[in-house]
């Protein structure tokens, strides 16, 4: 893709362009510490990128950098073409941990985004209730969060997340806490949810086999402060079926190893930082 088609995709709905980005923060010390630096990244509207690198290497970061829930040190972000000055309009955030009011009914957390817009509550009620019959939870409108299981509690996640029908859906380590069965069913589920309104994703894994079998694009990042080291375009063809079968795909395999010999080096680096680390510490 030319450079002038990449800038054209980042201006339609959906479109992300992170260009020269560097983002430090202040330690608890009061150090500066630089989490990533001129990282250049284009997501094209309907993409599905998927993030992986070391930990600590600041994709998370790039989450919120993307999000408007921190401001770039240096460099441009732009969703929809338009600089990012605050919270992205259009974009839905899924977290690590289930960012679920515990003392609100699942219909209520579903339902809670088009309130907060606006939508009267029959209404975003009814909306929510197609989604929890989309997520397969029917039945479970007014269960409380503590009443769900792990899996369960993912589908109300994106259920909550979708039904304000975004352009752009952030997604920092959704599944990591599920057990290896519920999370390639989510993985199933999401891949199904996607399809249907195909909004850009920027998902972070850890989970190299996962971040293959859900995107279109593999960026990894390098060990901190994290820029771009290497992206793979991932040519498996779509409709894909189920993640845990097509993982027995050549070109499934091919790419693996292609990706984990860029990973590889960047994991082995951050291990390493932190074994010298540890040593000038004991």
Request: net charge neutral; aromatic share 6%; charged share 20%.
């Amino acid at each position: 893709m030319t450079a002038t088609a990449m800038a054209a995709s980042s201006d339609a709905p959906g479109g992300v362009e992170l260009r020269g980005v560097t983002k430090r923060f202040v330690t608890p010390t009061g150090a500066a510490m630089t989490a990533i630096r001129d990282v250049t990244l284009t997501v094209r509207p309907g993409e599905f990128c998927a993030v992986v690198g070391p930990t600590g290497c600041g994709k998370s970061t790039t989450l919120t950098l993307a999000a408007g829930l921190e401001m770039p040190s240096a460099g441009t972000v732009r969703v929809n073409g338009q600089p990012v000055k605050g919270i992205t309009h259009g974009a839905s955030f899924v977290f690590q941990t289930d960012a679920l009011m515990p003392w609100k009914p699942v219909i209520d957390n579903v339902a809670l985004g088009p309130m907060f817009r606006g939508m009267a509550k029959a209404e975003a009620h009814a909306k929510a209730r197609d989604w929890l019959r989309t997520v397969g939870l029917a039945g479970f409108e007014n269960h409380y969060p503590h009443q769900l299981s792990g899996g369960m509690k993912k589908r109300v996640a994106l259920a909550a997340a979708l039904i304000n029908e975004p352009t752009m859906l952030l997604m920092d380590e959704p599944f990591s806490a599920l057990d290896v069965q519920t999370r390639a069913i989510m993985s199933n589920e999401l891949l199904t949810l996607w399809e249907k309104t195909r909004p850009s994703v920027i998902f972070v894994t850890h989970d190299l086999e996962e971040a293959i079998g859900l995107a279109d694009k593999v960026v990894v990042i390098t060990a901190g402060p994290g820029t771009v080291k290497a992206e793979f375009v991932i040519d498996l063809p779509r409709p894909r079926g189920a993640v845990q079968d097509i993982r027995f795909d050549r070109r499934f395999l091919e790419l693996y190893q292609q990706i984990w010999e860029a990973l590889r080096e960047e994991v082995d680096e951050a291990y390493a930082r932190t074994a010298r680390a540890a040593g000038g510490r004991a």
